[in-house]
């Protein structure tokens, strides 16, 4: 069993650490939100000071924070993991951010150091999380992959090694643009059929186990169709995503035309009111009652 350390105890990652400790792994904890600070003390996690302090009594030390900007602060700022960071140790980053400054980082990382860094995405929600069914995509060294695979089986379903640093999160870019999209339709066709005047709540069920079937369907779509939005944050994280993807598409020169429209999309819900709806609040852009 490793000594692990967690920082980002949100929905992702407070389910995430309590996989870890019922695996038997010796988990330390740095988050800025005392009650999931304490959420995860009462399941059996060690508080640390700082991200540095957590670094320095670890083997491995897993992220999964908000965005691009969150991850460079708790590696790169004051008292962060860089300060404690020494050959021995390993960073694994759950978090979903953009794939060249992945690279750059872990390089920077590296070199400064001598840490390891592997990017690794997860899908699949807090639900995913909790019952160890998360899909994880990672981008690092084969040697750094194979010493945190066992670590990270405590909480994933399917755990693929993409190729070197920034591989990883452009799969996971690949995963929002396949999302984000699918949200966006479903959505159209749920207002559609009750604008047709049929009850928009009975098309999952109808395309349960055919070609048009989707965890997304049937999760997002029942929600959308009851106009279920209870317990979905706002539409900055996959806002955020849509954007990177769309950016690697410009950098790369492949054409992203349905990506750039759902963009659109989400930034027009932004500017809609939206926010407190989610990705699948996409229904306000057509349907602003319940269906």
């Given at each position: 069993?490793?000594?692990?350390?967690?920082?980002?105890?949100?929905?992702?990652?407070g389910?995430?650490?309590?996989?870890l400790l019922?695996?038997?792994?010796?988990?330390?904890?740095?988050?800025?939100?005392?009650?999931?600070?304490?959420?995860?003390?009462d399941?059996?996690?060690?508080?640390?000071?700082?991200p540095a302090?957590?670094?320095?009594?670890?083997?491995?030390?897993?992220?999964?924070?908000?965005?691009?900007?969150?991850v460079?602060?708790?590696?790169?700022?004051?008292?962060?993991i860089?300060q404690?960071?020494?050959?021995?140790?390993?960073?694994?980053?759950?978090?979903?951010?953009?794939?060249?400054r992945?690279?750059?980082?872990?390089?920077?990382?590296?070199?400064?150091?001598?840490?390891?860094?592997?990017?690794?995405?997860?899908?699949?929600?807090?639900?995913?999380?909790?019952?160890?069914?998360?899909?994880?995509?990672?981008?690092?060294?084969?040697?750094?992959?194979?010493?945190?695979?066992?670590?990270?089986?405590?909480?994933?379903?399917?755990?693929?090694?993409?190729?070197?640093n920034?591989?990883?999160?452009?799969?996971?870019?690949?995963?929002?643009?396949?999302i984000?999209?699918?949200?966006?339709?479903?959505?159209?066709?749920?207002?559609?059929?009750?604008?047709?005047?049929?009850?928009?709540?009975?098309?999952?069920?109808?395309?349960?186990?055919?070609?048009?079937?989707?965890?997304?369907?049937?999760?997002?779509?029942r929600?959308m169709?009851?106009?279920d939005?209870?317990?979905?944050?706002?539409?900055?994280?996959?806002?955020?995503?849509?954007?990177?993807?769309?950016?690697?598409?410009?950098?790369?020169?492949?054409?992203?035309?349905?990506?750039?429209?759902?963009?659109?999309?989400?930034?027009l819900?932004?500017?809609?009111g939206?926010q407190?709806?989610?990705?699948?609040?996409?229904?306000?852009?057509y349907?602003?009652?319940?269906?």
């Amino acid at each position: 069993m490793a000594k692990i350390g967690f920082i980002g105890l949100g929905e992702m990652g407070g389910p995430m650490v309590g996989r870890l400790l019922d695996a038997g792994h010796e988990v330390s904890v740095w988050g800025r939100n005392p009650a999931r600070v304490k959420s995860c003390l009462d399941a059996g996690a060690i508080q640390a000071r700082s991200p540095a302090a957590l670094t320095e009594a670890v083997d491995m030390v897993m992220i999964c924070v908000t965005d691009t900007d969150a991850v460079e602060a708790v590696v790169f700022g004051p008292d962060g993991i860089a300060q404690a960071a020494t050959t021995d140790k390993l960073l694994v980053d759950h978090s979903t951010i953009h794939p060249l400054r992945t690279r750059e980082w872990a390089a920077r990382l590296r070199t400064d150091t001598g840490m390891g860094w592997l990017d690794a995405p997860v899908s699949g929600g807090g639900a995913g999380a909790k019952a160890g069914t998360l899909a994880v995509m990672a981008g690092g060294d084969e040697t750094d992959y194979a010493r945190a695979a066992p670590v990270i089986d405590a909480y994933a379903g399917q755990l693929t090694h993409m190729g070197p640093n920034g591989a990883g999160q452009a799969a996971k870019a690949c995963n929002q643009m396949i999302i984000g999209a699918e949200v966006a339709i479903i959505a159209e066709a749920l207002n559609f059929l009750h604008n047709f005047g049929i009850d928009a709540k009975r098309l999952p069920d109808c395309l349960k186990g055919g070609w048009a079937d989707s965890t997304v369907l049937q999760v997002h779509g029942r929600r959308m169709a009851s106009a279920d939005y209870q317990g979905i944050g706002d539409t900055y994280i996959m806002t955020k995503d849509m954007n990177i993807a769309c950016e690697m598409g410009r950098e790369t020169g492949s054409p992203m035309p349905v990506a750039n429209l759902v963009q659109s999309l989400y930034q027009l819900l932004n500017g809609q009111g939206g926010q407190d709806k989610g990705q699948i609040g996409l229904m306000w852009l057509y349907q602003q009652e319940e269906l």
